[in-house]
């Protein structure tokens, strides 16, 4: 098909987690950099609709969940830990106020707490990837069975995982997300090129 621009120039674009609203798509991008986080209502063109304030967390990775009649938004902190520490906050409806889970950071590991896509229910139960950042950000995605979501309390437990050599294409060094929906289930992957113009390139920006 083909490709349509649908967010701004200027506005972030990476770890684009999609999520459905009473039937209409959403979209909530990266944006560690703002002080508030924003969610674009998709149709044809993305349209700020909601700006949600965390305090002095500036969320990485933020990804949406619907689940037992709250909203909840899974991240972790660029300003502190943001490879590591998953921080979990809960509203009563999208709009807010958006409350901190109890227990935040409700969990430290580096190989399994920076969300890596959308959730799923697999054999009744809820699922999350995470990101593997042990050896590099994004090396790979573990996928965490959630045990335990309420405001004072969480628990999950890693169930499997996704490792490079998945990759159909040979030399891949890392995963980033696993995502899915509208019959697409989509990952990807980091690749290592080498460049001799690349280092040139950065000198004359640095120079500039």
């Known amino acids: ?49 909601a700006e949600w304030d965390l305090g002095e967390v500036a969320p990485v990775d933020s990804t949406m969940l619907e689940y037992d009649g709250r909203w909840w938004l899974f991240c972790t902190n660029q300003r502190s830990g943001p490879n590591y520490a998953l921080q979990i906050f809960w509203a009563d409806s999208l709009r807010g106020p958006w409350h901190p889970h109890a227990r935040n950071p409700v969990k430290i590991d580096v190989t399994g707490a920076r969300p890596a896509g959308n959730f799923f229910t697999l054999g009744g139960r809820l699922h999350r990837p995470a990101q593997d950042c042990t050896n590099r950000y ?27 050599p998945a990759i159909a294409r040979r030399g891949a060094v890392g995963i980033h997300t696993l995502s899915h929906g509208h019959g697409w289930i989509a990952i990807d992957a980091q690749f290592v090129r080498w460049s001799l113009g690349k280092p040139l390139r950065l000198l004359r920006e640095g120079i500039a």
């Open 1 to 49: 098909g083909e490709r349509t621009p649908i967010i701004p120039n200027g506005a972030p674009m990476s770890y684009p987690h999609v999520f459905d609203v009473g039937g209409e798509t959403w979209l909530l991008p990266e944006q560690h950099h703002r002080a508030i986080l924003g969610a674009y209502h998709l149709n044809g063109v993305a349209t700020m609709t």
């Open 138 to 164: 994004g090396s790979s995605v573990t996928i965490q069975r959630i045990d335990v979501l309420t405001p004072e309390h969480f628990e999950e437990t890693c169930v499997g995982r996704i490792d490079p």
